[in-house]
T-cell receptor, first 112, second 112 residues
Framework: GQQLNQSPQSMFIQEGEDVSMNCTSS?????WLWYKQDPGEGPVLLIA?????ELTSNGRLTAQFGITRKDSFLNISASIPSDVGIYFC????????????FGTGTRLKVLA | DVKVTQSSRYLVKRTGEKVFLECVQD?????MFWYRQDPGLGLRLIYF???????EKGDIPEGYSVSREKKERFSLILESASTNQTSMYLC???????????FGPGTRLTVT
């Protein structure tokens, strides 16, 4: 099935650093969602975006809905050890659909 | 807070057994989903239910069936478990007209 490309695939960062990751698609989306998944757990919804250009924050997390509607970005500021996990995006192409397209995931490791 | 619960976190079953995975949500959501998550393949939709007794096949429905007799409960049934159904199973829900999808903690199923 189709998956969205996420970059980078994985990253090691030092505690306190800022982190950026993105998600790209070949098609246009109307909704972007960002999730965090810890090992052996279900994904937890972090941020939802509904409009091109929209910038939304949730604590130290900020996500943007790309202007082209084909990409989205997630930034984490001042990372802490509990930010470790897999972050993945999900897109919804049409408002009435139930078929989300999920990203391949970015694995984040934070060095204390 | 939305709460989606799944009946078991870990399950070990034998080939040929009938397996029931239960999911309950407490937010009166109309839509419920069953996914499986496998390394390298991401999340794949098995079935979707848009309301009580209503269902749609997802991308990989073969070998699975579902039941939605009550709004809060969505069951996934493996009619005759096979080893290639060893996976992480994730249930999710969302409100009708909303696009934020909330996941349960997952059930790690091993079929031997």
């Amino acid at each position: 099935g189709q998956q969205l490309n996420q970059s980078p695939q994985s990253m090691f960062i030092q505690e306190g650093e800022d982190v950026s990751m993105n998600c790209t698609s070949s098609s246009i989306f109307n909704t972007w969602l960002w999730y965090k998944q810890d090992p052996g757990e279900g994904p937890v919804l972090l941020i939802a975006l509904y409009k091109a250009g929209e910038l939304t924050s949730n604590g130290r997390l900020t996500a943007q809905f790309g202007i082209t509607r084909k990409d989205s970005f997630l930034n984490i500021s001042a990372s802490i050890p509990s930010d470790v996990g897999i972050y993945f995006c999900a897109g919804l192409a049409t408002s009435g659909t139930y078929k989300y397209i999920f990203g391949t995931g970015t694995r984040l490791k934070v060095l204390a | 807070d939305v709460k989606v619960t799944q009946s078991s976190r870990y399950l070990v079953k034998r080939t040929g057994e009938k397996v029931f995975l239960e999911c309950v949500q407490d937010m009166d959501h109309e839509n419920m989903f069953w996914y499986r998550q496998d390394p390298g393949l991401g999340l794949r939709l098995i079935y979707f239910s848009y309301d009580v007794k209503m269902k749609e096949k997802g991308d990989i429905p073969e070998g699975y069936s579902v039941s939605r007799e009550k709004k809060e409960r969505f069951s996934l049934i493996l009619e005759s478990a096979s080893t290639n159904q060893t996976s992480m199973y994730l249930c999710a829900s969302r409100a009708y007209g909303d696009y934020e999808q909330y996941f349960g903690p997952g059930t790690r199923l091993t079929v031997t």
